[in-house]
């Protein structure tokens, strides 16, 4: 079965740091990632989709197949990051699509 | 509108009562999606529409959710026979065409189930 593990439900790094929030997948077919974020009081939006392999905001993620992984890194966090993230993995030929449990990514000055 | 909207913002209701929820997508946009977030379960994907059309109702949670869409545009999402663990916030998204990274979402409707 499909699978969307996000192993860390706070991330916490301060100003300036590199940062890695993990994703993980369970997926026989070809994988199509997204990441998703949600600002505090704001609407959910999509941030990247792996597909399109730009950067948005500083940050990248890359489709690791092999690792079965789609990590979102940035080299250096703002306080402006500071939100919920999920990891997102579209499968059942793109008509459905399953979640991560999310992680809170916290940005200290 | 500018954005998708979604109405009512907040519902509370009592346990066995039938609750509508109401999204206004973007107009134009072709492809309207339901999704619920909760404490239990995360963010879970519900239901989409291709114009009118849902192709997959399977991952609504249980017989007791529908969902419709009229004319290509307004959505309600029905919860029959209202049960505590349906409480939950329900969002709304819309795309001008079906893709899963094209998605403006609405401010969600936020249902306690007392």
């Known amino acids: 079965a499909q699978r969307v593990t996000q192993p860390e439900k706070l991330l916490s790094v301060f100003k300036g740091a590199p940062v890695e929030l993990k994703c993980n997948y369970s997926?026989?077919?070809?994988?199509?990632l997204f990441w998703y974020v949600q600002y505090s009081r704001q609407r959910l939006q999509l941030l990247l989709r792996?597909?399109s392999r730009e950067s948005i905001k500083g940050f990248t993620a890359d489709l690791n197949k092999g690792e079965t992984s789609f990590h979102l890194k940035k080299p250096f966090a703002q306080e402006e990051d500071s939100a919920m993230y999920y990891c997102?993995?579209?499968?059942?030929?793109?008509?459905?699509?399953?979640f991560g449990s999310g992680t809170r990514l916290s940005i200290r000055p | 509108g500018a954005g998708v909207s979604q109405s009512p913002s907040n519902k509370v209701t009592e346990k066995g009562k039938d609750v509508e929820l109401r999204c206004d997508p973007i107009?134009?946009?072709?492809?309207l999606y339901w999704y619920r977030q909760s404490l239990g379960q995360g963010l879970e994907f519900l239901i989409y529409?291709?114009?009118?059309?849902?192709?997959?109702k399977s991952g609504l949670p249980s017989d007791r959710f529908s969902a419709e869409r009229t004319g290509g545009s307004v959505s309600t999402l029905t919860i029959q026979r209202t049960q505590q663990e349906d409480s939950a916030v329900y969002l709304c998204?819309?795309?001008?065409?079906?893709?899963?990274?094209?998605?403006?979402f609405g401010p969600g409707t936020r249902l306690t189930v007392t």
């Open positions: 107009s134009g946009h072709t492809a």
């Open positions: 997102a993995l579209v499968y059942s030929s793109a008509s459905k699509i399953i």
């Open positions: 998204a819309s795309s001008f065409r079906l893709g899963w990274g094209e998605q403006y």
């Open positions: 529409f291709q114009g009118n059309s849902a192709p997959d």
């Open positions: 792996h597909i």
């Open positions: 997926y026989s077919g070809s994988p199509e």
